[in-house]
């Protein structure tokens, strides 16, 4: 069974950072494209990372470039998302997903609370 596990969200002030982490197990992700989406009150779950589990060139929505870096964890099954200079509008749950490098976001995880005070 494929789990995904999203943890370290929490409140932060505005120009705080977060190290979002995603716990991933129950199958090889090789050739997985893992990402991390947000949803934010009253709006609808938008792109924020992507990047392939094997490696290579990473993938950012524009409201986040030079902000937020995903990464993943080399001895573990676990991705990251860095997140620097957050912004009140940065407020959202988090959510780690991930895909086959051909085809729709399959598994998600429960999501994590990011809230960003002014």
């Known amino acids: 069974q494929v789990r995904l596990v999203e943890s370290g969200g929490g409140l932060v002030q505005a120009g705080g950072s977060l190290r979002l982490s995603c716990a991933a197990s129950?199958?090889?992700?090789?050739?997985?494209?893992m990402g991390w989406f947000r949803q934010a009150p009253g709006s609808e779950r938008e792109f924020v990372a992507n990047m392939q589990w094997n490696g290579g060139s990473a993938n950012y929505a524009d409201s986040v470039m030079g902000r937020f870096t995903i990464s993943r964890g080399n001895a573990n099954k676990s991705v990251y998302l860095q997140m620097n200079s957050l912004k009140p509008e940065d407020t959202a749950v988090y959510y780690c997903t991930a895909r086959s490098r051909v085809g729709s976001y399959t598994y998600w995880g429960q999501g994590t609370q990011v809230t960003v005070s002014s």
């Open positions: 129950g199958r090889d992700f090789s050739g997985y494209v």
